[in-house]
């Protein structure tokens, strides 16, 4: 395919479906991309001679120079054809305003599969269809439908639906908020998030890539993008529907069975990925995230001159899965030497009510001393004491000493917005509230540890490290073909046994002769489980019965399991009893590493053949990950 580049700042641009008619589509279109005032809008309409005073055009194949992007905004029915005709002129890429072919139904579909097949035709690159457009601020270009003027900036917007990306740019025109570029994916039948995070990964204008996903599509070329630029520039995303229908009751075990959300937590950390469960969260991570002054580890000291907001600040962070720095004993006589006899004691650290900044500054320059403390969380409420401005300066001079991050919530209304100025203007993140401030803080405590776990798995792996896996391939083909999405036992330790991770293996055996056979052979004790493809989670029904460490007690049980199966399922299938040797005192956390892991990760996405993640049932990323926390990680 070709490249994005030349579509995404182009010098010539055909509107097909340009018109004078107020409020349509291609008029708010039309008027967009005139503002940009550098490049040739080249209007299409068979209908018309002139629009907007700008000499229109019956079919792009009449424009007399060369086009660099199509806009489209017409019909479905239409957009194959014209689609064809961009093709044929060789325009480098086409942006695909039209909408309503999945309400189509079948014909919507059809219409879609054809515009793909022209796209691979001629290999021209193709946004949408129904999206938005895009809009790149620091180009001066708005090929979208959106009627809005975005601050110059360094932040990335891809979102895959259009109409979050205008309710964010209202929040961050209030906010002050700049952007680099916005697009709006759609349908995505051609370019997707992975293409963009390529682009944007090279763009000298964003430093962070903000990712609004409603699935992800092309699961390894997605992996793989993010990877390639999560070390430079940080990457957020939010995708929602976190919380599903739970499985059908017999399917699964709760606990057991790992969530597609969960899929996405294990796929997005291997990544490199940030991803924020909070639309607000974007905006309040993303200028604090491609920061040198990262925090080592999750350990967050608060300073605060009233005691409650301090508790509160300490609530959010503990509920959040945070750690409460515990100060050192030099830490606590060095504060009881420099504060009043009432402080607190104790982290949160309440230096009261009448503090004023040389108070402050002490408790920071304490805290920020501290081996045991990471990051520090400075507090501020109004209280006629000490000026907000005054206190801001003191911050921004005390961070300038230090290599750990300060992150702070200045508390109140216009009183305050000066001070967060002046906090903003020297990158020190400032926040309306303190629980605001500690989910930035967790944030960027995640963001090291994805960018440590990167530094620490390799990024490809040789021929003679990664074993030979078409078996596993034309195993995953076979389960697809069965309409499955969970592996069977033996399946998964097939998986395991590929890539040397030592696990025990069943032997399955069709009587009670075989049983006692297979257990003299690996020695007692030994477990009994019952094989059935009706039966996923054993334990549920039943199934499962350890300990067996005689021959006669063996007998018993193997007659008992039947029995106990087919009188309360008598309409499942049984194929055997498998035997295994029980393993008891196992170190689960020995002898693996991340290394194994993402090794085994990698084969399922691998052997999965790229397949995208589904919001429902299980992919083998979910079962990496159940092999990971299994084994305590």
Excluded at 182 to 210: K, W
Excluded at 468 to 473: D, E, G, S, V
Aim: glycine share 8%; net charge neutral.
């Amino acid at each position: 395919m070709g490249d994005i580049r030349k579509m995404f700042d182009p010098e010539n641009i055909a509107l097909i479906g340009a018109t004078e008619e107020a409020g349509s589509t291609g008029r708010s279109l039309l008027d967009n991309l005139l503002f940009s005032k550098e490049r040739k809008i080249f209007p299409v309409n068979p209908n018309r001679k002139t629009v907007l005073g700008l000499e229109c055009y019956p079919t792009v194949k009449d424009i007399p120079e060369k086009i660099d992007l199509s806009v489209v905004a017409t019909p479905p029915p239409t957009v194959p054809d014209v689609v064809e005709e961009c093709g044929k002129i060789e325009a480098d890429g086409i942006i695909i305003i039209s909408s309503g072919f999945r309400e189509m139904g079948d014909e919507g579909t059809r219409l879609l599969t054809q515009i793909e097949e022209i796209q691979k035709k001629y290999g021209m690159r193709i946004l949408g269809p129904d999206c938005l457009g895009i809009i790149r601020p620091n180009l001066g270009l708005n090929a979208s439908l959106l009627k809005v003027t975005l601050q110059r900036g360094n932040i990335a917007l891809v979102a895959q639906g259009g109409a979050l990306g205008a309710a964010i740019f209202d929040w961050a025109m209030d906010a002050h908020v700049g952007f680099s570029i916005f697009a709006s994916l759609g349908s995505m039948i051609d370019i997707d998030f992975s293409d963009l995070i390529d682009f944007l990964g090279n763009d000298p204008e964003t430093r962070s890539i903000m990712l609004y996903m409603e699935e992800v599509v092309h699961a390894k070329k997605f992996m793989s993008a993010a990877r390639g630029f999560a070390h430079n520039k940080p990457i957020m995303v939010v995708i929602p529907g976190r919380f599903k229908p739970a499985p059908k009751a017999g399917f699964s075990h709760t606990g057991t069975l790992v969530s597609c959300d969960q899929v996405y937590d294990a796929a997005f950390q291997r990544a490199g990925v940030v991803r924020v469960k909070e639309i607000a969260d974007f905006f309040n991570t993303v200028t604090v995230l491609h920061s040198k002054q990262l925090p080592k580890g999750p350990r967050l000291a608060i300073l605060t001159n009233v005691g409650w907001v301090g508790i509160m600040a300490t609530d959010a962070l503990l509920e959040l899965g945070g750690t409460l720095a515990e100060l050192s004993e030099k830490s606590m006589d060095e504060m009881n030497a420099v504060l009043p006899a009432l402080w607190s004691h104790g982290n949160p650290i309440d230096i009261l009510g009448d503090a004023d900044v040389e108070r402050y500054e002490r408790g920071m320059a304490i805290c920020l001393n501290d081996p045991g403390v990471d990051g520090l969380l400075v507090i501020f409420t109004p209280q006629y004491v000490v000026g907000p401005e005054d206190l801001a300066a003191a911050v921004v001079k005390i961070a300038g000493t230090t290599s750990k991050p300060i992150i702070t919530a200045w508390m109140g209304g216009k009183t305050v917005e000066q001070a967060r100025r002046i906090l903003l203007q020297d990158t020190i993140p400032t926040y309306d509230t303190p629980e605001d401030a500690v989910k930035t803080y967790l944030y960027m405590v995640q963001h090291r540890r994805n960018l440590e776990l990167l530094y620490e798995t390799p990024a490809e792996l040789s021929v003679d490290q990664a074993p030979a896996k078409n078996h596993l391939k034309a195993l995953i083909r076979k389960v697809i073909k069965e309409g499955r999405t969970i592996l069977y036992e033996e399946e998964s330790k097939r998986f395991l046994a590929n890539y040397g991770i030592p696990t025990v293996s069943p032997r399955l055996a069709n009587n009670v002769e075989g049983a006692i056979s297979i257990a003299k052979y690996v020695g007692y004790p030994v477990v009994l489980k019952i094989v059935s493809p009706d039966i996923t989670y054993k334990s549920d029904a039943g199934g499962v019965i350890t300990g067996i460490n005689s021959e006669e007690r063996l007998k018993v049980e193997y007659e008992n399991l039947l029995r106990k199966i087919q009188e309360a399922l008598p309409r499942v299938r049984i194929g055997g009893i498998t035997v295994q040797k029980m393993i008891e005192g196992i170190d689960t956390k020995s002898s693996w590493g991340p290394r194994k892991t993402l090794i085994l990760a990698r084969s399922f996405s691998s052997a999965w053949g790229g397949r995208r993640f589904k919001s429902t049932g299980i992919t083998p990323w979910a079962w990496s990950l159940s092999i990971k926390r299994w084994r305590g990680g």
